[in-house]
T-cell receptor, first 114, second 118 residues
């Protein structure tokens, strides 16, 4: 069965520092992968997605993610974190069947130190 | 871009009453909509998938008689929590699939509804 693992529950970084949020997936074929961000009490905003092609994907707000098939990973990165990036981040994989369901990881809460 | 409007954003209801949550796709047609429940500091749990004009498909363990889903048009899906109890208090989020998006995998989320049952 497909699954998504985000091993870090919380991550704290200083403003201006670089960031990497980890995501590992379990799926037999090439997956459709997504990163979403959620501010408190809000819905989810799409940061970026990977379907095929270039394994380095650029997203909004200066985020990027790299798909590494050999490691079954799709880690999210940002070179310089801003205080406004503090939020919950979810990695997700889409079921490649007629259900089109999204399977979410457990999320990583990002805290930004001033 | 694609926008999904979810209403209400917050609702407080008395135990035993029913609450309806609406989810509208504003500028695209959504043949498929998903309903999630999110507990505090937890991930999103898929409750059900609704397809326009047909019965919703519920995930294992979700009571279909308690969480009624209707997807009567290509732009509107509703979730009704019937005979609500305090344990139904949660954050509910809808998501609409935009099949015109790349690879048919475009998902737009509503802003969520905070339900409190007292």
């Amino acid at each position: 069965a497909q699954s998504v693992t985000q091993p870090d529950i919380h991550i704290t970084v200083s403003e201006g520092a670089s960031l990497e949020l980890r995501c590992n997936y379990s799926y037999g074929a090439t997956p459709y992968l997504f990163w979403y961000v959620q501010s408190p009490g809000q819905g989810l905003q799409l940061l970026l997605k990977y379907f095929s092609g270039d394994t380095l994907v650029q997203g909004i707000k200066g985020f990027e993610a790299e798909f590494k098939r050999s490691q079954s990973s799709f880690n999210l990165r940002k070179p310089s974190v801003h205080w406004s990036d503090a939020a919950e981040y979810f990695c997700a994989v889409a079921r490649m069947d007629s259900s089109y369901k999204l399977i979410f990881g457990s999320g990583t809460r990002l805290l930004v130190r001033p | 871009g694609a926008v999904v409007s979810q209403h209400p954003s917050r609702v407080i209801c008395k135990s035993g009453t029913s609450v309806k949550i609406e989810c509208r796709s504003l500028d695209f047609q959504a043949t498929t909509m998903f309903w999630y429940r999110q507990f505090p500091k937890k991930s999103l749990m898929l409750m059900a998938t609704s397809n326009e004009g047909s019965k919703a498909t519920y995930e294992q363990g979700v009571e279909k008689d308690k969480f009624l889903i209707n997807h009567a048009s290509l732009t509107l899906s509703t979730l009704t929590v019937t005979s609500a109890h305090p344990e139904d208090s949660s954050f509910y989020i809808c998501s609409a699939r935009d099949q015109s998006a790349q690879g048919n995998y475009g998902y737009t989320f509503g802003s969520g509804t905070r339900l409190t049952v007292v």
